[in-house]
């Protein structure tokens, strides 16, 4: 009897490693499928309808992460980063990086790069709270400070433009609501630091006609949270309309995965969009405040 019972326990102790290998086995397979297609380039552009084949939250849930492998951990962890990267506020994949992480951590296996990155999934989505403990838990690694003062509203998050303005030297920011339902409008999207849209600022805020033109109507926004990098370019180029979007989901007239983009508004609607810049942009530029009814008057067609 006592044979059996051995036989039979050593057999469901088999069983129940073999289903678990199996379900790593799975999940390795899937999470490289979907590092590889997030891993290709311009996927950023064509994401649009993307799908992380079949993985879900038990993958990365804390019993299994404990369960699987060094390299099954760290691929998912890539995975996960990758994720949050191009879907800064979508709250599940933030939760599998999460998950990821602290695995590592508990592992003692985690790395700078590990760390910088859980920071910066936190500041995209706009998890202030949840940064700030990065911080103080990891002291020592390499990251910008959150402003002191976060300051927001009711009203201010339901606002249909939110975007965070910066004060105090970068100290304090305040989320506020941007008017662009009446009149014409310039809105310009950038990334802070953007070789390309610095260039592009600076050619037209060189021109005497267009200059008090932009600065009077225009508005450059980013998502990224580069506080440091707004109040060098607002500086910088004497212009103090620069502002931080609040999350990308919620300004939807404006594309945030290039730089620069010119949105040439009227009364709350875009009449004509420009992406990039180039040697032929600036005619275009013209036409866009032809659109809206701004062009100077040196400019004017006789």
Same mark, same amino acid.
């Given at each position: 009897m006592k044979i059996k019972l051995s036989f039979c326990f050593h057999i469901l102790c088999t069983a129940t490693l073999v289903g678990c290998s199996r379900s790593e086995i799975r999940t390795v397979k899937i999470a490289?499928?979907?590092?590889?297609?997030?891993?290709?380039?311009?996927?950023?552009?064509? !994401?649009?309808?993307f799908v992380p084949g079949k993985l879900k939250e038990e993958d990365f849930s804390e019993k299994r992460l404990k369960k699987y492998s060094l390299k099954t951990l760290n691929l998912l962890q890539d995975v996960s980063k990758k994720l949050t990267f191009y879907f800064p506020e979508n709250l599940e994949y933030i939760g599998w990086q999460q998950n990821a992480f602290n695995e590592k951590v508990r592992r003692n296996d985690h790395t700078?790069?590990?760390?910088?990155?859980?920071?910066?999934?936190?500041?995209?989505?706009?998890?202030?709270d949840k940064a700030a403990g990065i911080r103080e838990q990891f002291p020592a690694a390499n990251y910008?400070?959150?402003?002191?003062?976060?300051?927001?509203?009711?009203?201010?998050?339901?606002?249909?433009?939110?975007?965070?303005?910066?004060?105090?030297?970068?100290?304090?920011?305040?989320?506020?609501?941007?008017?662009?339902?009446?009149?014409?409008?310039?809105?310009?999207?950038i990334s802070a630091g953007c070789p390309v849209a610095e260039?592009?600022?600076?050619?037209?805020?060189?021109?005497?006609?267009?200059a008090p033109v932009f600065k009077k109507y225009g508005t450059l926004l980013t998502v990224k949270f580069d506080v440091k990098g707004i109040l060098r370019w607002r500086e910088q180029f004497d212009f103090p309309s620069i502002y931080i979007a609040y999350k990308a989901s919620r300004l939807p007239e404006f594309d945030f995965s290039s730089s620069p983009c010119f949105y040439f508004m009227k009364d709350g609607k875009v009449l004509l969009?420009?992406?990039?810049?180039?040697? !032929?942009?600036?005619? !275009?530029?013209l036409k866009g405040l032809e659109a809206i009814s701004i062009l100077p008057v040196q400019h004017k067609p006789q």
């Amino acid at each position: 009897m006592k044979i059996k019972l051995s036989f039979c326990f050593h057999i469901l102790c088999t069983a129940t490693l073999v289903g678990c290998s199996r379900s790593e086995i799975r999940t390795v397979k899937i999470a490289d499928e979907v590092r590889k297609e997030v891993s290709q380039q311009y996927f950023g552009i064509k !994401k649009s309808g993307f799908v992380p084949g079949k993985l879900k939250e038990e993958d990365f849930s804390e019993k299994r992460l404990k369960k699987y492998s060094l390299k099954t951990l760290n691929l998912l962890q890539d995975v996960s980063k990758k994720l949050t990267f191009y879907f800064p506020e979508n709250l599940e994949y933030i939760g599998w990086q999460q998950n990821a992480f602290n695995e590592k951590v508990r592992r003692n296996d985690h790395t700078e790069n590990n760390i910088e990155d859980m920071y910066w999934a936190y500041i995209n989505i706009r998890m202030f709270d949840k940064a700030a403990g990065i911080r103080e838990q990891f002291p020592a690694a390499n990251y910008p400070a959150i402003p002191q003062a976060i300051v927001t509203s009711t009203e201010s998050v339901a606002a249909r433009w939110p975007v965070y303005d910066i004060f105090d030297d970068g100290q304090k920011i305040e989320l506020k609501e941007l008017h662009f339902e009446t009149g014409p409008k310039i809105v310009v999207s950038i990334s802070a630091g953007c070789p390309v849209a610095e260039r592009a600022i600076k050619t037209i805020l060189a021109d005497p006609e267009l200059a008090p033109v932009f600065k009077k109507y225009g508005t450059l926004l980013t998502v990224k949270f580069d506080v440091k990098g707004i109040l060098r370019w607002r500086e910088q180029f004497d212009f103090p309309s620069i502002y931080i979007a609040y999350k990308a989901s919620r300004l939807p007239e404006f594309d945030f995965s290039s730089s620069p983009c010119f949105y040439f508004m009227k009364d709350g609607k875009v009449l004509l969009f420009i992406d990039g810049w180039g040697k !032929k942009s600036l005619p !275009k530029i013209l036409k866009g405040l032809e659109a809206i009814s701004i062009l100077p008057v040196q400019h004017k067609p006789q």
